[in-house]
């Protein structure tokens, strides 16, 4: 069964560094999105993208954020620049037209 | 804008015992709705949804849900649960099926099995 696949599972980094998690969605997938759960709370829309650009976006994805898919296949969440508070599980989805969304295992982001 | 409630963080029941997890809507027009469960260190593998039609929806592991359009509600069933079903559960609400459209999650209810 396809599935949506993230890299890495669990990431530690120091405040004020960049980050990228990366993501690898279903192959004929035409939308992609990026969640959020920090944890205890529940799972947060960041973005979504489709056709090479921002579809939708909330307010916590902030210029700090950016997402890119640099070729067929890989789809990323870039932090610029950590806060603390961007500590959470990190979320890739994918979706069909008209299928649901199927999600990633999540990568583990700990900034300390 | 769209918005889900589940009531209730925590539940507790006993292994074979029947399950009831509420989940609470709110959405102007016809909801596209969705039942999540996320196994500890795992991520979020679909239950079942609900698009249109027949209110009560099957889904995997024995899991049903029923869609209550006077309640706003979509409350996930079992008969009889098993200790495998502990988890983390969610509901979730788009505006469509159709396109690019975002789930809106609700809190969560985390399931714990007693034997």
């Known amino acids: 069964e396809p599935e949506v696949t993230q890299t890495p599972s669990h990431q530690v980094t120091q405040m004020g560094q960049e980050v990228i998690l990366r993501c690898v969605p279903i192959s004929n997938h035409l939308y992609f999105y990026w969640y959020r759960q920090i944890l205890g709370q529940k799972v947060e829309f960041l973005v979504s993208?489709?056709?090479?650009?921002?579809?939708?976006k909330s307010e916590i994805f902030d210029d700090q954020f950016s997402v890119e898919r640099p070729d067929g296949s890989n789809f990323t969440l870039k932090i610029r620049s950590t806060k603390l508070e961007d500590s959470a599980m990190y979320f890739c989805?994918?979706?069909?037209?008209?299928?649901?969304?199927?999600f990633g295992q999540g990568t583990r982001l700990t900034v300390v | 804008a769209q918005s889900v409630t589940q009531p209730d963080i925590h539940i507790t029941v006993s292994e074979g015992a029947s399950l009831e997890l509420r989940c609470n809507y709110s959405?102007?027009?016809?909801?596209?709705l969705f039942w999540y469960v996320q196994s500890p260190g795992q991520g979020l593998q679909l239950l079942l949804k609900y698009f249109s039609g027949d209110t009560l929806v099957q889904g995997i592991k024995g899991f049903e849900a029923e869609f209550k359009r006077s309640q706003s509600s979509f409350n996930l069933r079992k008969p009889s649960v098993h200790w495998s079903d502990a988890a983390e559960y969610f509901c979730?609400?788009?505006?469509?099926?159709?396109?690019?459209?975002?789930?809106?999650f609700g809190t969560g209810t985390r399931l714990t099995i007693i034997p």
């Open positions: 989805a994918s979706k069909g037209f008209n299928t649901e969304a199927f």
């Open positions: 979730a609400v788009a505006s469509s099926n159709f396109g690019n459209e975002k789930l809106t």
């Open positions: 993208f489709y056709n090479n650009e921002i579809s939708e």
């Open positions: 959405y102007g027009a016809t909801p596209y």
